[in-house]
């Protein structure tokens, strides 16, 4: 039988192997044990593993305070219990327990880990991606005098870039002891790249098409590479599985998306003076749909009076008048 | 007397003099000090502040026209050392109504020529002198004249006040509209009180309001004060007239001016008064100088300085009529929101009514532009700051020069329309673009949350005459009085990437369906030919 001690993110950071019928396996905080626990909740003598003559494993329980627990109910003390292959739980320490009758699944199959491979020439891509967004943002202000003003550009990207990384190899350094800088600035930059130009590119064909949802559509899609690339930061510096990693990272999203939304859209969302003018105007560029015809366009001004009741009414209710309840 | 020969002094000289004896004051309680030794240097400081200012008051002085030197001979002693100077000024004011009749400036408030002769002018020029002329009419006035107070709910403290007077039979008061606006639009929260001059208070009832010419008549059941005359015609310009009210809450006042005529242009009629206004003193009357009441006064625009407006005392009469019952006993609050937006929009109708002829348009680089939707607009061509260096503005922008309160704080005035042409200087067009929009979504629109709701907006491109246009229509409504809207409709030309025409055309405060003919004939408006 194979025992294995495992630590917090389900890894074995100790292994032994125990042959013949009979072999016995003690758990406990005492130096005479098998395997030694550093775990105030384990007792001196905690359980015992007793490998059978057919192959399989008893386990038992030495009478302690808080018991040793398989499938998340106590074994009992005197008889124990016996199994094939189990995860026990003693204090609060894990133990896997695996017998040569446990059926072993097929390999994994072996996958190239392209960004692995390429992380120097897709790192140095994305940041000249995040460089070349932040001087193009500055460019199209047209500062006077230019260069100082593609300077700021160019260094408020990298530094946004240098920030989030710095966070994320930092990370990886005190989870897994390497730093994997590369990795992480690929990451970081691919996904900050993405996000900037497909939003300016959603801005484009938002006007093309005269569909300001496609505005919302690009935030959605924003949304989603920002919940990727925490997804993937999240596995390469920590030793979380898919589903823990893919569940704080869909936190993490959340908590980014409501703070740009309180800071962007909420706080003037009440504002009377606000208008929404519709996508930014592109001077003689191609568009998609036909030009509409005023009259048809006042047509359409028309419904604005119920849309502008239905504002009133809100506006009503959230902030009464002065008189309201006479 | 006193009060009268000071006037006669320039303000310049006042001021100085006036600096002059504040800083004696200083002086006196410096000297007593003086053989402190720390305190020696500031004292030092201080005699050179006397001379300095001192010199100053002579300078100003000697700028003066001659006619007033005996006042300046009593503040002369002035540049004398400190020690003696903090007791001669202290004593300069008393000296300072040296001045006889005969030396005084010619030149001060001549009335406008009435064909009489030149020693009638005379004659009536001493009878408005200064004088106590200003404490006649103020006696005379005073026990038509009550302080206006508004309460809230069972408050014990006035939340506004402003000011009335009696006409007619002595039962009815004449005031502002905005005065009483909050007790009008809230019956149930806001109430009215007068105080008399004789300390009298009691409730007040409004009776009749006019929107538009902002006046309202109050009355109360108990209360019978003399009345002042109506005078339904216009003084002269250039003629002396007196404003009586409560300004500040700080007790009967009177202010001395210049009536100085209708002003041109308005639609809504007001006489300009040169002359304070403050706040408090809306609804007071305004006397002329034989005190005959010529108007009431409205103290609204408050950014600008002695610049103050009267409506004119023939509104008055008209509304006199109107006037049957209390206003809060025959209508629901409903209904009385109901009958001032409808003065609202009645008043909106006519200044926006179209003209005559065809819409009015100035041309621009081949755009042909509509700018007078109504015959009240006013255009001018302004040298509008660019936002960038490389981009060139023109613009013209046209608005209706006057406006009306239609609730406390919410003045409604109208129309507005900006044409601006912005020409890219060598520009790359994405850059261009960028500043188009952003110019197109600065933000412009201050109204409050307390009176209007949000925009609801609808955006489309759409084929004008001549190009294409990205048009963004926003309309809003009014919290309170249901019916009226802002609209905003903001016009920007796509076709060409080194030339945009950003245009914008804003209404106050109307009915939706004159809001949207407007902007029809806004947008109809709107040309281009190469």
Redesign the interface.
């Given at each position: 039988m194979l025992v294995e001690q495992l630590g917090p993110h389900a890894h074995s950071v100790l292994r032994q192997r125990f042959e013949g019928a009979g072999a016995e396996c003690r758990i406990g905080r005492d130096l005479g044990c098998d395997i030694v626990l550093d775990d105030e909740h384990a007792a001196a003598q905690h359980a015992l593993l007793t490998l059978l003559e057919d192959g399989r494993v008893r386990v038992q329980d030495l009478g302690t305070r808080n018991g040793t627990r398989l499938g998340g109910k106590r074994i009992p003390a005197e008889s124990g219990t016996i199994v094939e292959q189990a995860e026990i739980i003693v204090g609060t320490t894990r133990i896997r327990i695996r017998t040569r009758l446990a059926a072993l699944g097929p390999e994994r199959l072996f996958r190239r880990d392209y960004v692995r491979r390429h992380r120097t020439p897709l790192a140095t891509a994305g940041v000249m991606a995040c460089l070349a967004f932040g001087i193009f943002l500055q460019?199209?202000?047209?500062p006077?005098p230019l260069l100082p003003g593609l300077t700021k550009g160019a260094l408020v990207a990298l530094g946004v870039i240098a920030v989030w990384t710095a966070a994320w190899t930092l990370m990886a350094k005190l989870n897994r002891g390497t730093w994997n800088v590369r990795v992480h600035t690929t990451i970081a930059s691919m996904g900050a790249a993405f996000c900037a130009w497909g939003y300016w590119v959603a801005g484009l064909v938002a006007f093309a098409v005269?569909w300001?949802f496609l505005v919302r559509v690009g935030s959605v899609v924003v949304a989603l590479v920002v919940l990727a690339a925490i997804y993937l930061h999240l596995r390469e510096a920590t030793y979380y599985g898919r589903r823990i990693a893919l569940a704080l990272a869909g936190a993490m999203t959340l908590v980014i998306g409501i703070t740009a939304w309180l800071v962007e859209i909420g706080v003037d969302q009440?504002?009377?003076?606000?208008?929404?003018?519709?996508p930014?105007?592109?001077?003689?560029t191609a568009?998609v749909?036909p030009?509409?015809?005023?009259d048809d366009?006042?047509a359409?001004?028309?419904?604005?009076?119920i849309?502008?009741?239905?504002?009133?009414q809100?506006?009503?209710l959230v902030?009464p008048?002065?008189?309201a309840e006479? | 007397m006193a009060e009268g020969a000071r006037k006669t002094v320039s303000p310049f000289v006042r001021m100085a003099c006036g600096g002059l004896s504040a800083r004696c004051t200083l002086c006196r309680s410096a000297s007593a000090d003086r053989s402190h030794p720390a305190l020696s240097y500031t004292w030092d400081m201080k005699t050179g502040r006397l001379i300095a200012a001192a010199w100053l008051c002579l300078f100003t002085a000697v700028a003066v026209p001659q006619a007033q030197k005996p006042a300046i001979a009593a503040e002369k002693p002035a540049e004398k050392p400190a020690s003696q100077a903090a007791d001669t000024t202290a004593t300069a004011t008393p000296k300072a109504p040296a001045a006889s009749p005969d030396e005084r400036a010619p030149d001060e408030a001549t009335p406008a020529g009435e064909g009489v002769d030149a020693a009638a002018v005379d004659a009536d020029i001493a009878a408005q002198e200064l004088s106590g002329e200003a404490q006649v009419r103020l006696d005379a006035a005073r026990d038509a004249v009550v302080q206006i107070r508004g309460f809230f709910d069972s408050s014990e403290s006035s939340a506004f006040h402003g000011s009335g007077f009696a006409v007619k039979d002595g039962r009815r008061i004449v005031t502002n509209y905005h005065v009483v606006a909050l007790a009008v639009l809230?019956p149930?929260?806001y109430r009215l009180e007068y105080l008399a001059s004789d300390g009298r208070t009691g409730p007040l009832h409004v009776l009749a309001i006019d929107v538009r010419n902002d006046l309202a008549i109050v009355a109360a059941d108990d209360l019978k004060l003399p009345v002042l005359n109506l005078w339904s015609e216009i003084p002269a310009q250039g003629e002396r007239a007196w404003s009586i009210g409560f300004p500040l809450d700080l007790g009967l006042t009177i202010t001395e001016g210049v009536a100085n005529g209708l002003v041109e242009n308005s639609i809504g009629q007001r006489i300009h008064y040169t002359g304070a206004i403050n706040a408090g003193m809306s609804g007071g009357p305004a006397l002329d100088r034989r005190g005959r009441v010529y108007g009431v006064n409205v103290s609204v625009v408050t950014e600008r300085q002695l610049v103050g407006f009267v409506v004119p005392a023939k509104h008055v009469a008209a509304l006199l009529a109107r006037a049957k019952e209390p206003l809060d006993r025959a209508y629901s609050?409903q209904q009385l929101r109901q009958r001032v937006t409808a003065q609202v929009i009645a008043y909106e109708a006519e200044i926006l009514e179209a003209p005559q002829d065809a819409v009015g348009t100035q041309q621009m680089r081949g755009y042909t532009l509509p700018t007078q939707l109504s015959r009240y607009v006013e255009c001018s061509t302004i040298d509008e700051k660019s936002p960038?260096?490389?981009v060139r503005v023109e613009a013209i922008r046209c608005r209706i020069p006057s406006g009306i309160v239609a609730q406390p704080g919410l003045y409604v005035a109208g129309l507005s329309i900006q044409h601006r042409l912005l020409q890219s200087l060598g520009?790359?067009?994405?850059?261009?673009?960028?500043?188009?929009?952003k110019l197109?979504?600065a933000?412009?629109?201050?109204?409050?949350?307390?009176h209007?709701?949000?925009?609801?907006?609808?955006?489309?491109?759409?084929?004008?005459d001549g190009f294409?246009a990205?048009?963004?229509?926003?309309?809003?409504?009014?919290?309170?009085l249901?019916g009226l809207?802002d609209f905003?409709v903001?016009v920007?030309e796509?076709?060409?990437?080194s030339e945009?025409l950003v245009s914008r055309l804003a209404l106050q405060g109307v009915a939706?369906e004159a809001g949207?003919q407007i902007?029809?004939r806004y947008?109809?408006g709107l040309q281009w030919k190469p």
């Open positions: 460019w199209l202000d047209a006077s005269q300001s009440g504002d009377v003076n606000r208008m929404t003018l519709g930014d105007v592109r001077l003689g568009r749909v030009n509409r015809d005023i366009y006042l359409e001004v028309d419904e604005l009076r849309a502008a009741a239905r504002e009133r809100r506006s009503l902030a008048l002065v008189d006479d | 809230f149930r929260k609050a960038h260096v490389r520009m790359h067009p994405l850059q261009f673009e960028r500043q188009v929009n197109a979504a933000p412009r629109r201050a109204g409050s949350a307390a209007v709701a949000p925009f609801a907006c609808s955006n489309a491109l759409v084929s004008l294409d990205r048009i963004s229509t926003c309309v809003r409504q009014y919290r309170l249901n809207y905003d903001t920007v796509i076709d060409d990437t945009a939706f949207r902007m029809e947008l109809g």
